[in-house]
């Protein structure tokens, strides 16, 4: 009889990018609490595989920066960072409601809210296994929550960011507007920035190429997904070196 051999992660600590509006679902807007639910259940899954879990999410849901038109950028990108703090602040209620340890720290002070970001502290947390949320960006107007992953994730010396998307994986064109689109496997950090394919920002990029943290792509439309990435199972697409 065949013995199955259970698999090891393949990742001892992650930053978990979500983006504003994987958390809106197909409203496009606000929380589908379906889905919040659903990434609060594979964060727990993976945390009990012994994977040590970092997330930053967007604020798309509510508010992007660029949204501002005709207003200050600097402040229409400080109302995103609190946006961010709104998602994040959701993303820990469903994950104490399933009994999982969470912290959020913020890079805007807000200690009534959250904790103060600190990088020793957010370590010592992941060591003890609970889930830790970065909002607020990086506290700064000018730069991206996807900024906010390669840098957060540098700093706690993570080994990859996984990037989840409401789009399976890394196209050579929008795939919601050219249905001939190409699906990519594979990609390096110089032909993302040079084809301007849309995944991260070009500074999140960079950062992530000087500090060789590999990105993994995937969609959120399987629930099983965040799992199969750390387990090691190829889905979407992995952005690297050569």
């Not at 991260?200 to 099983?224: H, K, R, S, W, Y």
Request: proline share 2%.
């Amino acid at each position: 009889m065949d013995v199955e051999i259970n698999k090891k992660p393949i990742y001892n600590r992650v930053v978990l990018k979500i983006s504003g509006e994987a958390l809106a679902g197909k409203q496009g807007h606000g929380f589908d609490y379906t889905i919040l639910n659903q990434i609060a259940d594979q964060v727990i899954e993976i945390n009990e595989l012994g994977v040590e879990v970092a997330i930053v999410v967007g604020g798309g849901n509510i508010w992007r920066g660029r949204s501002g038109v005709g207003m200050d950028r600097s402040t229409a990108d400080y109302m995103g960072m609190l946006a961010t703090v709104i998602n994040a602040l959701a993303l820990q209620d469903a994950l104490e409601n399933k009994g999982m340890q969470t912290r959020v720290q913020t890079a805007i002070e807000m200690r009534q809210v959250a904790e103060p970001y600190i990088r020793r502290r957010a370590i010592r947390h992941l060591e003890k296994s609970r889930v830790v949320i970065f909002a607020g960006g990086t506290g700064n107007p000018f730069f991206t929550t996807d900024t906010t992953a390669a840098l957060r994730a540098a700093e706690i010396e993570a080994e990859v960011i996984l990037l989840a998307k409401n789009i399976d994986a890394v196209y050579d064109d929008d795939p919601r507007e050219n249905p001939n689109a190409k699906k990519l496997d594979h990609i390096t950090y110089i032909d993302v920035i040079n084809q301007g394919l849309a995944v991260m920002d070009t500074t999140a990029i960079t950062l992530c190429m000087e500090n060789g943290i590999p990105i993994q792509v995937f969609g959120l439309e399987n629930q099983q997904n965040i799992k199969s990435v750390v387990m090691g199972e190829s889905i979407g697409t992995i952005i690297k070196g050569e």
